[in-house]
């Protein structure tokens, strides 16, 4: 079993920002595709952002400009910045680590916008 371990997520109000962190395992961290999801009430999950060991990012388009996910190689770390936040952002946020046919999933951290 892995463990991902998210952090940071709360409430905010529409425009404001939050940061979310996921930990890693080195072996898997040095691996898979690390990235994040999002899960609304009533909707499935969805992508929102990933990133490669080399660094190469993938967005959502509705996101595209307003978040940014990065590495800390030096913490095993995936990071999520979230700026200018909207209520349609509000969902559970999933910390994710994709390695061929292989998905790991942290247990979600709830991320609110208030209007």
């Known amino acids: 079993q892995v463990n991902l371990v998210e952090s940071g997520g709360g409430l905010v109000q529409a425009g404001g920002s939050l940061r979310l962190s996921c930990a890693s395992p080195?072996?898997?961290?040095?691996?898979?595709?690390m990235g994040w999801y999002r899960q609304a009430p009533g909707k499935q999950r969805e992508l929102v952002a990933t990133?490669?060991?080399?660094?190469?990012?993938n967005y959502q388009n509705s996101v595209k400009g307003r978040f940014a996910i990065s590495r800390d190689n030096a913490k095993n770390t995936v990071n999520l910045q979230m700026n200018n936040l909207k209520p349609d952002d509000t969902a559970v946020y999933y910390c994710n680590a994709k390695y061929v046919l292989t998905n790991y999933w942290g247990q979600g951290t709830q991320v609110t916008v208030s209007s």
């Open positions: 080195r072996s898997i961290f040095n691996i898979y595709v």
């Open positions: 990133i490669t060991k080399d660094g190469n990012t």
